[in-house]
T-cell receptor
Framework: DGGITQSPKYLFRKEGQNVTLSCEQNLNHDAMYWYRQDPGQGLRLIYYSQIVNDFQKGDIAEGYSVSREKKESFPLTVTSAQKNPTAFYLC???????????FGDGTRLSIL | SQQGEEDPQALSIQEGENATMNCSYKTSINNLQWYRQNSGRGLVHLILIRSNEREKHSGRLRVTLDTSKKSSSLLITASRAADTASYFCATDADNNNDMRFGAGTRLTVKP
């Protein structure tokens, strides 16, 4: 089955630690996105990538980093510079700009 | 950043009733999309309406778009308890390669 997979489902970060969230898709989509969702809130765009080896900052990129070395993969690193990382992180992919996005089931990140 | 805003924030209805949610946005768009999110899950795409379209149907869903008022509505007819979820609109902008999501409407359908 084609889809988008995020792992892990739950993640805990210690103070000063970097953590990496995985996102893999087998839909052959060119575009991939990372969003942050806080309780009762909408989605805020962190980073997006329209093509391999290229990505752009979204509205809240500070404290986060990404890479896009393969079409299928778009990992997100939450660095120690992100002082309030507790949130639900959603990864999505689409065929291209402005096209319907397919979402993974998210990773919930908490601070220990 | 451009963003759709949904109204109301929360809506509670009885099974069988219709549910209407609204979305307003600020600048010109190529298309507007509606998504659904069940608690603790990812979003699921429901319907896309282009800027040159006024109305679109998909099963029990009806979406309208009024570009002069920069607003859209999502109507769910004959609602079911399984329709309980949060519903989001997402808008693009002519010069952006990404979408922006609103804060959503939380719909509760009581059996």
């Amino acid at each position: 089955d084609g889809g988008i997979t995020q792992s892990p489902k739950y993640l805990f970060r210690k103070e000063g630690q970097n953590v990496t969230l995985s996102c893999e898709q087998n839909l052959n989509h060119d575009a991939m996105y990372w969003y942050r969702q806080d309780p009762g809130q909408g989605l805020r765009l962190i980073y997006y990538s329209q093509i391999v080896n290229d990505f752009q900052k979204g509205d809240i990129a500070e404290g986060y980093s990404v890479s896009r070395e393969k079409k299928e993969s778009f990992p997100l690193t939450v660095t120690s510079a992100q002082k309030n990382p507790t949130a639900f992180y959603l990864c999505a992919s689409s065929m291209g700009p402005h096209q319907p996005q397919h979402f993974g089931d998210g990773t919930r990140l908490s601070i220990l | 950043s451009q963003q759709g805003e949904e109204d109301p924030q929360a809506l509670s209805i009885q099974e069988g009733e219709n549910a209407t949610m609204n979305c307003s946005y600020k600048t010109s768009i190529n298309n507007l999309q509606w998504y659904r999110q069940n608690s603790g899950r990812g979003l699921v795409h429901l319907i896309l309406i282009r800027s040159n379209e006024r109305e679109k149907h998909s099963g029990r869903l009806r979406v309208t778009l009024d570009t002069s008022k920069k607003s859209s509505s999502l109507l769910i007819t004959a609602s079911r308890a399984a329709d309980t979820a949060s519903y989001f609109c997402a808008t693009d902008a002519d010069n952006n390669n990404d979408m922006r999501f609103g804060a959503g409407t939380r719909l509760t359908v009581k059996p």
